[in-house]
T-cell receptor, first 113, second 117 residues
Framework: GNSVTQMEGPVTLSEEAFLTINCTYT??????LFWYVQYPGEGLQLLLK?????DKGSNKGFEATYRKETTSFHLEKGSVQVSDSAVYFC????????????FGTGTSLTVIP | GAGVSQSPRYKVAKRGQDVALRCDPISGHVSLFWYQQALGQGPEFLTY????????KSGLPSDRFFAERPEGSVSTLKIQRTQQEDSAVYLC???????????????FGPGTRLLVL
C-alpha cells in the first residue's frame, strides 16, 4: 500500500540555521510527491512538488529531490527564517491506485531569532 | 482569485447532535476531497467526488458520515449522532482532474474545527 513516514518533531532551530526534514515513502506505483506547509491558524498550502524520479521541487528557498532508489523526499532549506515556523507535511499521490493524498504526521518547526 | 472556503470555521456540538460542514471549492475544479485531521496528525482521506459523482468513500469511518455534492460544486459533509471521537479538523480540498499519469495539486481550505462535547 501507500504510506509516508516523516521525521518526528518538534524541531527548534535558530534563525539562519540549516533545515532538513526527512520523509520516506512506500508506494505500489509511481507516485507524485509533495510538501505542504500549515502556518499557525491557516490551512494547508502547497510548498513544492515533484512528479517523477530525480525531479527537484523548489519554492521559497526550500528544496526536495525525489529519490526513487532510497524512496525519499527530504525537505531542505539552507537558512531558515522566523517566518518559516509552521508545520510541514510530506504527502504522496499514486494516481494508478487512488486519487487521494497520503500524508505524513507532520513536523512542527519553530525558528527562534 | 478565491481559494477553497469552508464554513463554519468552528463548530461545537453536543454528543448525539447532527452537524453539517460546507465546502466551496475553487471555481472550475472538478475534483473535491474531504479529509479528517486529528490533533497532531496528518490529514486522512474520507471521500472523493468528481463533479457530482462520489467515486470513493472508502475513508468514511462509519455510516454516520455522509457527503454529497449534488450540483458538482458545493459539497456538504454531514455527521449524524456525533460522538466525541469525531472531534477533529475537517479539511476540504479541490483540484482539476489529473492529466496523464501525474496527480494534480490539491488546494486546501482552512478547515472546520469540530469539537464534540
Amino acid at each position: 500500500g501507500n504510506s509516508v513516514t516523516q521525521m518526528e518533531g518538534p524541531v527548534t532551530l535558530s534563525e539562519e540555521a540549516f533545515l532538513t526534514i526527512n520523509c520516506t515513502y512506500t508506494a505500489t506505483g509511481y507516485p507524485s510527491l509533495f510538501w505542504y506547509v500549515q502556518y499557525p491558524g491557516e490551512g494547508l498550502q502547497l510548498l513544492l512538488k515533484a512528479t517523477k524520479a530525480d525531479d527537484k521541487g523548489s519554492n521559497k528557498g526550500f528544496e526536495a529531490t525525489y529519490r526513487k532508489e532510497t524512496t525519499s523526499f527530504h525537505l531542505e532549506k539552507g537558512s531558515v527564517q522566523v517566518s518559516d515556523s509552521a508545520v510541514y507535511f510530506c504527502a504522496l499521490s499514486d494516481p494508478e491506485t487512488s486519487n487521494q493524498f497520503y500524508f505524513g504526521t507532520g513536523t512542527s518547526l519553530t525558528v527562534i531569532p | 482569485g478565491a481559494g477553497v472556503s469552508q464554513s463554519p470555521r468552528y463548530k461545537v456540538a453536543k454528543r448525539g447532535q447532527d452537524v453539517a460542514l460546507r465546502c466551496d471549492p475553487i471555481s472550475g475544479h472538478v475534483s473535491l476531497f474531504w479529509y479528517q485531521q486529528a490533533l497532531g496528525q496528518g490529514p486522512e482521506f474520507l471521500t472523493y467526488f468528481q463533479n457530482e459523482a462520489q467515486l470513493d468513500k472508502s475513508g468514511l469511518p462509519s455510516d454516520r458520515f455522509f457527503a454529497e455534492r449534488p450540483e458538482g460544486s458545493v459539497s456538504t459533509l454531514k455527521i449524524q449522532r456525533t460522538q466525541q471521537e469525531d472531534s477533529a479538523v475537517y479539511l476540504c480540498a479541490s483540484s482539476l482532474p489529473r492529466t496523464g499519469q501525474f496527480q494534480e495539486t490539491q488546494y486546501f481550505g482552512p478547515g472546520t474545527r469540530l469539537l464534540v462535547l
